[in-house]
């Protein structure tokens, strides 16, 4: 299985990215998965972002993003994807993706441990 984040880039405060996550794996069922984004800023732990349940019913941020960004997926083509506006300078960190493989229906796990893959993650840099 691997997960193929992009989109990152560098942007000023104020602006917008939307990050992708490309699903790929013969034997793997996307739909059967939560997926997550996380961050991690240089010299912090990673954090949690976001999380959307295995068909997109369910979702959780964590509280320094809600209202400026948004978790969607695509089960067809095996995508999830985060909408990021309003962005701020302490925003800027490497965000990874990450599935949680075979989840409960609702569940949307904010620990990492919950989650089976990672992405290799995309930086993103909010100038001030």
């Known amino acids: 299985v691997q997960l193929q984040a992009s989109g990152g880039g560098l942007v000023q405060a104020g602006g917008s990215l939307r990050l992708s996550c490309l699903v790929s794996?013969?034997?793997?069922?996307?739909?059967?998965?939560?997926m997550a984004w996380f961050r991690q800023a240089p010299g912090k732990e990673r954090e949690f972002v976001a999380a959307?349940?295995?068909?997109?019913?369910?979702?959780d941020y964590t509280d320094s993003v809600k209202g400026r960004f948004t978790i969607s997926r695509d089960n067809e083509k095996k995508m999830v994807y985060m909408q990021m506006n309003g962005l701020k300078p302490e925003d800027t960190a490497v965000y990874y993706c990450?599935?949680?493989?075979?989840?409960?229906?609702?569940?949307?796990?904010?620990?990492?441990?919950?989650?089976?893959?990672w992405g290799q993650g995309t930086q993103v840099t909010v100038s001030s």
């Open positions: 794996g013969r034997t793997y069922t996307f739909s059967r998965s939560a």
């Open positions: 990450a599935a949680d493989e075979n989840a409960l229906i609702f569940s949307i796990p904010r620990t990492m441990n919950s989650y089976d893959y």
């Open positions: 959307i349940s295995r068909s997109a019913t369910v979702v």
